[in-house]
């Protein structure tokens, strides 16, 4: 659809697919299907090489004389190691003996951030709210206290931004925290197995499907649209 | 991959229910240079944007900008979607926003260089016509000003 804007004014596209069922009935002017998953549009992480196979293929689709075209990517990536589609928090019990402290245990996740920024070139994932992570043992109260019933709200909230998409920022940045923690001390570590480790074993996994309860038994759609996106 | 018969039930019907915009024919504007001599932009559809900037929420249908010569760092990506896997690019940007891919193919005369802004909207949204009648023609035009020649149109 965007394509279509852009080649309108003029602007030759080539548009990454996903799903070759849309990309087929949207019928933008270039696609180049890839075989792998969401979250993965060239193929895999600190792998240039697949990076540049697939951008050199999309890239030479715009030299084609007509349109529109849509060509596979040659399906021989392995990506076995990528599951289809991500853990959600419905799909994990959590463990026995989970401490019940997240303010005390974000504490000590933030220690394995800071290592993981560093490593990174300071790369995080963390940051939507705007609110550091040296003050989020607040967001962790503000969340427990939503989770709890209480009618709350933070002063770092933008007019712009209502209540339930604010939680869903803290959300996604408490979550970040602890997916970067994690992959500090466990580099290795697929997605699938972090997701397992934050919903099963983590007080902030916990905490997050309070908060998504609360959130999910009101009747407004947008507190109910809050909700699936927390706990995921 | 996602191969539809490979996904959960759940996610593999809501993505054949979507109601994906069905078309007959497709505007084609061929490209007037060789790759060597064009300069790109990156149009992405996963809801990045620069730190600091408003994050987008569900069904936003605004863009936001994003300076071409940005570091990796300050790109956040505040997307709503349950159906995809946040650690590829939590390790690395480039497999969503290939900047430093780009950047190596202009260093290396593959393409001609890169446009001075990429743009991102949200992506999986299910009402659209605000992005066909106004996100996506405000970008365009921006692009046409920028003397873009060409976009790599990418989703998360």
Redesign the interface.
Known sequence: ???????????????????R??TE?????RALWV????????????D?QI??RV??T???L??E????VLQDFPDDVS?DH?????V?ASAVAPIANIPDDPAMEGTQMRLYHEQWRGR??????F??T?IPATRFRGVVRFLQQFADGVDVDMPER?P??DLP?FI??CA?DL??MY??AR?AMKPEM???D??RWFWGETAAGQLLRRVRDRLDASENPSWK?AA??VA? | MPRLDRLPRILRSTLLTFPAQVNDTAPFAPLQMPLSACRLAIVTTAGLHVRGDTPFIGGDPTFRIIPSNISAADVLQSHISLGFDRTPIIRDLNVTFPIDRLRELASGGQIGGLAPNFYSIMGAMRKTSRIEKETGPAIAERLRNERADAALITPT
């Open positions: 659809m965007l394509a279509r804007s852009l080649e309108t004014a003029g602007i030759a596209t080539v548009v990454i697919s996903l799903v069922e849309h009935k949207v019928k933008p002017p075989p792998f998953p969401f979250g993965h549009a060239f193929g895999k992480p600190h240039p990076q540049h951008l050199s999309a890239l030479g715009l030299t004389p007509n349109g529109p990506t990528q599951p289809s589609a991500p959600q990174n070139g300071g790369r995080t994932a940051g939507l705007g933008p712009a931004v998409n869903r920022l996604d979550k970040a997916y970067e992959l697929q997605g699938e972090v997701a649209a699936f996106a995921r």
